[in-house]
């Protein structure tokens, strides 16, 4: 079972916009504004798509963005494409002893 | 250009070890923490342990403490993790990653696979 929670799938269709979901508690998403969110395409490394809550990494579409609002942060993402397809992770930095924890996962079906 | 390339899987039986290891480029790697982070087949991302720039500190995920070991060769800009008494629930690709206050660049993974 992951530290935080994230639902298993979402979808929309193209140019739809859709949200995930990512529920911690106080120790760890609710406790620090480092929150990720990496997109993994199958048989590839993940890629940090936002960090610290709502920071775009130089490169990453300014369609995706993050926001945070007690213990559950969210990723966003307008003008749904086929290529955004994939799985999504979010993590976030903890106060126990596991320094860093992740979400399950969630699987974007572009339909 | 960053470049992290994990290098060291392979097929082990249970209670076997192995050595990891991770070369890095394109940024100065003594300036940042590595952490491995590692997926298991058809899973999530599970963060497994860090080390601080001069390996004075390290971090691990209780499933692995005492078992394996995180270490670094600045002069080599390498990473490396010992994995000792391995068992098949650490069966995995295990990735390599710079971290900021994020894991900004990962490696493109190693798979290990613990069986007999």
């Known amino acids: 079972q992951s530290a935080l929670t994230q639902p298993a799938s979402v979808s929309g269709s193209p140019g739809q916009s859709i949200t995930i979901s990512c529920t911690g508690t106080s120790s760890d998403v609710g406790g620090y504004n480092y929150v990720s969110w990496y997109q993994q395409h199958p048989g590839k490394a993940p890629k940090l798509m936002i960090y610290?809550?709502?920071n775009r990494p130089s490169g990453v579409s300014n369609r995706f963005s993050g926001s945070k609002s007690g213990n559950t942060a969210s990723l966003t993402i307008s003008g749904l494409q086929a290529e955004d397809e994939a799985d999504y992770y979010c993590?976030?930095?903890?106060?126990?002893?596991?320094?860093?924890?992740f979400g399950g996962g969630t699987k974007l079906t572009v339909l | 250009e960053v470049q992290l390339v994990e290098s060291g899987g392979g097929l082990v039986q249970p209670g076997g070890s192995l050595r990891l290891s991770c070369a890095a480029s394109g940024f100065t790697f003594s300036s940042y923490w590595m952490s491995w982070v590692r997926q298991a087949p058809g899973k999530g991302l599970e963060w497994v342990a860090n080390i601080k720039q001069d390996g004075s500190e390290k971090y691990y995920v209780d499933s692995v403490k005492g078992r394996f070991t995180i270490s670094r060769d600045n002069a080599k800009n390498s990473l490396y993790l010992q994995m000792n008494s391995l068992r098949a629930e650490d069966t995995a690709v295990y990735y390599c990653?710079?971290?900021?206050?994020?894991?900004?660049?990962w490696g493109q993974g190693t798979l290990v696979t613990v069986s007999s």
């Open positions: 610290d809550v709502s």
């Open positions: 990653a710079r971290e900021t206050e994020t894991l900004d660049y």
């Open positions: 993590s976030s930095y903890t106060s126990s002893s596991t320094l860093l924890v």
